[in-house]
């Protein structure tokens, strides 16, 4: 029976006891949310553009600052040089004695091959010399590409041609026509040779002005052919001289003069043999 009265009496207390109100929860909508993780999201992206931005021109900085100039300290790492102690093994095209035309020096004779040693490498060369200038050369025999052998007879015939063509002057100024000139010159080409000489020879008008530069052009094209012509016509200097004179139609009256006093010699031999 104390049980029981106790439980109606426990029940009559909490049925007049108030309840307590629940506090309202609030419902954050997800609209928000989302919009402050992709606001979060931007600010993060610009910052990181701004990151590299900065260290990009900090590298450009670092750049300009070094010098490839500048001499290296010790800390910093060195490249490795492999030194060739042996030059590139060719076959030689050119033989002892035999003539040769260097491009920028005319016509030279190759006296011996040597080995020189430059900068720890073994160079085996072709020495030359130069009758005319009084010198000699040396070129490499992996270069041998830039000499060239003499011209044949039949080469030799067409450049007398080319002698005997018009001249092919252009209206352009003359230092612009002076650089293609030593250019030509320069190439070693018979037929670019006899074109230089073709178009600067003034023959015997002396009343055709020529400049110097004019001049130091015509004579240098022409003793180059000259010793062009002389070796492989295989005759004297002054036969070479009048084949490519007689080409140019120059110095005709003095061999026309030479001519007349051979057989007025002849013709007084004659006479006094015969008295």
């Not at 992206?45 to 990009?56: G, L, Q, R």
């Not at 039949?154 to 250019?183: D, F, G, H």
Request: glycine letters at 4%; one cysteine or more; aromatic letters at 4%.
């Amino acid at each position: 029976m104390k049980n029981i009265l106790k439980k109606i009496l426990n029940k009559k207390k909490t049925k007049n006891v108030p309840k307590k109100k629940a506090k309202p929860v609030k419902k954050v909508s997800k609209v928000k949310k989302s919009v402050k993780t992709k606001s979060i999201k931007k600010e993060k992206k610009v910052f990181n553009k701004k990151k590299i931005i900065k260290e990009t021109k900090k590298k450009e900085k670092v750049e300009i600052k070094t010098d490839p100039l500048r001499i290296p300290k010790n800390n910093e790492q060195k490249p490795e040089i492999k030194k060739v102690k042996k030059q590139d093994t060719e076959k030689k095209i050119f033989k002892i004695k035999d003539y040769v035309v260097y491009p920028k020096h005319g016509v030279g004779q190759i006296t011996e091959t040597k080995k020189i040693n430059i900068g720890g490498i073994d160079v085996e060369t072709y020495i030359l010399k130069f009758e005319k200038d009084k010198a000699n050369g040396m070129v490499p025999v992996n270069k041998q590409s830039h000499l060239r052998p003499l011209a044949t007879i039949n080469q030799i015939n067409k450049c007398v041609s080319i002698l005997k063509s018009k001249p092919k002057i252009k209206r352009s100024m003359w230092s612009r026509r002076a650089q293609e000139y030593e250019t030509k010159i320069s190439s070693g080409k018979i037929y670019e040779l006899a074109e230089v000489v073709r178009d600067l020879n003034k023959g015997d008008d002396i009343m055709i002005d020529q400049s110097y530069s004019e001049r130091q052009l015509f004579e240098k094209a022409y003793e180059r052919l000259l010793t062009e012509f002389q070796i492989v016509m295989g005759s004297n200097l002054e036969d070479a001289q009048k084949k490519l004179d007689k080409a140019l139609k120059r110095n005709l009256e003095k061999q026309v003069q030479k001519v007349e006093e051979k057989t007025v010699t002849e013709e007084e031999i004659t006479q006094g043999l015969s008295e």
